[in-house]
């Protein structure tokens, strides 16, 4: 074997490549885990958009903020759906459809031509999956697929071939952990640690067969109670994560922006802690924040989109540059709000 070796390093010796470059192959190096920034690019944006959607877990209705004119007076409609209690939201460019988890009925359902719905209209799914999750929570769209947030425990994600017209059954996976928020960007997903302070990270996400998924990282953040919703913004590489504090208190939420993202979670590393000074917080009694349970961040934009559950709102934030007890530049009541997305 050894001479078998020799003589093949020999051969190589002889061409181009070294034998030191080969024979790493033989000897484990110290294996490194990070996330690939390059894998973790988003979807083209949308730059006609400008409308925020909000589910709402007990109104039946889906609020929408158009924000064309600025993030401080959005024009509001709202839309009227044939169940209650809803949960993730996401929004699809390629066919202007939009995507919610409805939990009355444990479905994830599909409507068509979203941007034409008017103020006051009764919309009806155009399509809907299977039941295929028992407590449903936040959604996240990737390559013609929504995955869901099975919020048991230990946690699931169902999985679905989504377009306007059919939503079947894909995959499902069991993580060992409660889940909350989601996101997918580019192969890869992200998720909250309900109930703790931990964000995980699961490489190639996209290859994944059904079955157990165990996280490839897992970083503390340092100060966060108990997240509920993530947002990563990979064109500015900002990530938000939302604090509840307390689930049972009002006015205690806080929400977290981690800018230079990619580099501080790898810096972290498996098992380690981004620092309250690689973190800017929002907080404080001018906030309005309680139970902020869902978030988008758009740098383009300026803003960070919330859904504020216990104080009933829609809320909108300017990004900050340090931690600040800033006040929202919007604040609306909404009923439930439970979830958000955009279409840019
Ligand atoms: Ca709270
Ligand atoms: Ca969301």
Redesign the pocket.
């Known amino acids: 074997m050894k001479n078998s070796l020799l003589i093949v390093c020999a051969a190589f010796a002889l061409s181009l490549t070294s034998c030191d470059t080969e024979s790493t192959d033989y000897t484990p190096q110290n294996s490194f885990t990070e996330v690939d920034s390059k894998a973790s690019r988003q979807p083209a944006t949308n730059l006609n958009g400008s409308k925020v959607y909000v589910s709402s877990n007990n109104s039946g209705q889906i609020g929408v903020y158009d924000v064309a004119d600025g993030n401080t007076m959005p024009s509001m409609s709202t839309l009227n759906v044939p169940y209650a209690d809803a949960d993730?939201?996401?929004y699809d460019a390629n066919r202007d459809a939009l995507y919610q988890v409805n939990r009355s009925d444990s479905k994830l359902v599909a409507f068509s031509e979203i941007s034409g719905a008017m103020d006051g209209d009764m919309i009806s799914p155009s399509a809907m999956g299977p039941s295929t999750f028992s407590n449903g929570r936040?959604a996240t769209l990737y390559n013609n697929k929504v995955v869901v947030v099975d919020d048991v425990s230990p946690g699931k994600f169902s999985s679905y071939h989504v377009n306007d017209e059919n939503i079947s059954d894909f995959r499902s996976y069991d993580v060992d952990f409660e889940v909350w928020?989601i996101?997918v960007t580019g192969k890869d997903l992200w998720a909250i640690e309900d109930a703790d302070n931990k964000l995980a990270y699961f490489k190639d996400f996209f290859r994944a067969k059904s079955g157990a998924l165990a996280s490839t990282m897992s970083v503390s953040i340092e100060g966060l109670v108990r997240t509920h919703?993530l947002?990563y913004d990979a064109n500015s590489d900002i990530m938000v994560l939302t604090d509840i504090g307390s689930a049972g208190s009002a006015d205690d939420g806080a929400l977290v922006i981690i800018t230079d993202f990619i580099n501080t979670y790898n810096a972290a590393g498996d098992g380690g802690t981004i620092s309250l000074d690689d973190q800017i917080r929002i907080e404080g009694a001018s906030t309005e924040l309680g139970n902020p349970v869902?978030?988008?961040v758009n740098a383009a934009k300026n803003a960070i989109y919330v859904a504020e559950r216990a104080q009933n709102k829609f809320l909108i934030f300017e990004i900050p540059q340090d931690n600040c007890n800033c006040a929202p530049i919007y604040s609306t009541e909404f009923m439930g709000a439970s979830?958000?997305?955009t279409d840019f």
């Open positions: 993730g939201v996401v936040e928020g996101q919703g947002n869902d978030v988008v979830a958000v997305t």
